[in-house]
């Protein structure tokens, strides 16, 4: 209890920071702005956008315009190539890897500044969770991580997951709270990975589970329950099972890590026994609290967490964390909001329905109403500017004078069931090359994130005679290939399953046609319908003429 001790002790004096901060937020922001203009004069960007002319927030805004991550590529190349300085005066060390909007994936710097400003939000959140559930770090804390490191740019700067990062950088006490080793995150095979995941963790008094995406906490306790008779007899042996696909040098390491407990497994024998299945609510009775994103899509996986875990468990957000930055600091158990981390940031509101317009108006954060959804954009230490990362997210109240906030969904022309932002650029592109090698040709079409399926459904109206079923399958195979190249986190969730396999509907002849006539009669001309290529809402089942799931 001595680490307990510790971190409330620290985390009672970050928070007190932080709170005082929350009564002035105008003044936050502006000094937080200004502090980073000054750092960072003398970079590529900061000559580029003259830095030293500004002075204040609107000069700020003058200089430098609204722009997504393409205005910021040039620079992300200058540093991949060795340029350290081209965004930030400290050099950054690592990149985070996410989806871009086409094939090529966008590198986030990480600086030693912004990994400061990440550890001290999880400090404070892990401060908060303890006044609620004093002993919610009384056993083992389950967190799933992707590899710190994955590859390196031509300059030699590493690329990777800032969670594994954070992993290997916690302090001693933190790691040794671990129910599974850094190694698990660097097993490939994300079905040996979920297995060697709860192969560890069953084994041991687990109270504190945490994973961003409520999807991977399913997969984990749905893989436990499918190999619950090979994960006793691994327990009991003291060995993990062959069957999955471990390298040699992971393998070799974990397994010096495991030894023959008869005792647990007998045990967890008995509860498959008595319930017929495997379940952490009765294998983690002292299970205290999950940390997950509860917000947006993703949300939805939570209706599935009654299966698995006592309605009485409590799940907190995690707080709107993105690779590009964290947003915000949630306090409380209830719904996915959390306090605005003005500390952390610097942040823009666009109302929702003003983001269209040629030259949209932002506002500060103590000009933003209750209720209202707005886009954010972002300026981080870590040398994003005015940076439109296209979310919505929605005012649910003040904490002092600070806007509490959480997440909608992604915004314009973007679907995320798990994370895998897809863009209809993607969509359209993956369409064209499926075309191309299957034979098909597609007179209309349209994608759908299915957040019941937490999967992707394509809506096609086909040209000419209609395809017998293996060119169909074909064609949706390559639907599913196209994107996973084009999109790197479509990918990897696929591989994770996290993404169930995508479904092909073909659709009536005329469908599109009188879906586009239903919708012009809501609008005042013809030149007001923009035809939706991607989105959340299902077609009528009524148009479907042909259904194929793989």
């Known amino acids: 209890m001595l680490k307990n001790r510790a971190l409330i002790l620290l985390g009672k004096a970050l928070w007190r920071s932080f709170d005082r901060l929350t009564e002035n937020p105008r003044q936050a922001q502006e000094d937080f702005l200004l502090r980073l203009i000054r750092r960072n004069r003398a970079t590529a960007f900061g000559r580029d956008h003259v830095f030293d002319k500004i002075r204040s927030v609107d000069d700020y805004f003058h200089q430098v315009p609204l722009a997504d991550y393409e205005r910021h590529r040039p620079y992300v190349e200058m540093i991949k190539n060795g340029n350290l300085s081209a965004l930030t005066s400290a050099a950054p060390f690592m ?4 989806s871009g909007t086409t094939g ?3 590198l986030i710097p990480v600086t030693k500044a912004s990994l400061r400003i990440n550890a001290r939000r999880t400090k404070i959140w892990y401060y908060r969770a303890l006044l609620d559930h004093p002993r919610f770090l009384r056993g083992k804390l389950l967190g799933v991580v992707s590899p710190a490191v994955e590859g390196h740019t031509p300059g030699g700067l590493p690329y990777g997951s800032a969670s594994g990062q954070t992993y290997q950088t916690s302090p001693w006490w933190v790691k040794r709270a671990y129910a599974v080793p850094y190694e698990v995150s660097e097993i490939e095979n994300y079905d040996a990975k979920y297995y060697v995941v709860m192969r560890l963790a069953i084994e041991q008094d687990v109270s504190f589970l945490a994973t961003p995406n409520p999807s991977t906490i399913m997969k984990l306790t749905e893989t436990a329950d499918v190999f619950k008779d090979a ?5 009991r042996d003291g060995s993990i099972s062959n069957r999955f696909e471990v390298s040699p040098e992971i393998r070799d390491k974990l397994s010096a890590r495991v030894a023959p407990n ?14 017929g299945a495997l379940r952490p609510h009765d294998y983690w009775p002292g299970l205290q609290l999950i940390g997950c994103w509860k917000g947006g899509t993703v949300g939805g996986q939570l209706k599935k967490f ?19 930055a964290h947003i915000s600091l949630p306090i409380a158990d209830a719904a996915s909001e959390g306090i605005l981390a003005v500390d952390a940031n610097f942040y823009e509101f666009v109302p929702e329905n003003e983001m269209s317009a040629a030259n ?14 707005y886009y954010i954009i ?11 990362i296209n979310d919505v997210v929605k005012v649910t109240g003040f904490y002092r004078k600070t806007p509490v906030i959480e997440f909608l969904r992604k915004g314009r022309d973007v679907t995320s069931l798990t994370g895998e932002k897809v863009h209809v650029n993607q969509i359209v592109k993956a369409l064209e090359e499926a075309q ?20 992707y459904g394509f809506m096609v109206e086909i040209e000419g005679s209609f395809p017998n079923e293996a060119a169909l399958a074909l064609f949706l195979d390559q639907l599913d290939n196209q994107l996973s190249i084009l999109n790197v986190e479509y990918a990897q969730k696929r591989n994770s399953k996290r993404l169930s396999r995508p479904y092909l509907c073909v659709m009536q002849p005329g469908w599109f046609n009188r879906k586009y006539r239903s919708n012009i009669q809501a609008a005042v001309r013809d030149s007001q319908f923009k035809a939706s290529l991607l989105g959340y809402q299902r077609e009528d089942e009524a148009e479907i003429l042909f259904k194929l799931e793989r």
């Open 95 to 98: 990149f985070t890897v996410t």
């Open 104 to 106: 090529e994936p966008k």
């Open 231 to 235: 994960i006793v007899r691994d327990i």
């Open 262 to 275: 008869a005792a647990r497994a007998h045990e967890l024998e008995r509860l498959i026994h008595a319930r």
């Open 306 to 324: 009654d299966r698995w875990f006592r309605p009485e468990t409590p799940v907190r957000d995690l707080g709107y964390l993105a690779s590009e």
């Open 360 to 373: 949209p108006r932002t506002l500060m954060c103590h000009e933003l109403q209750e209720g209202a959804a």
């Open 378 to 388: 972002l300026t981080t230490s870590a040398g994003l500017y005015r940076y439109d």
């Open 436 to 455: 191309r090698l299957s034979g098909i040709e597609v007179r209309h079409y349209r994608a759908v994130a299915d957040d019941e399926r937490t999967g």
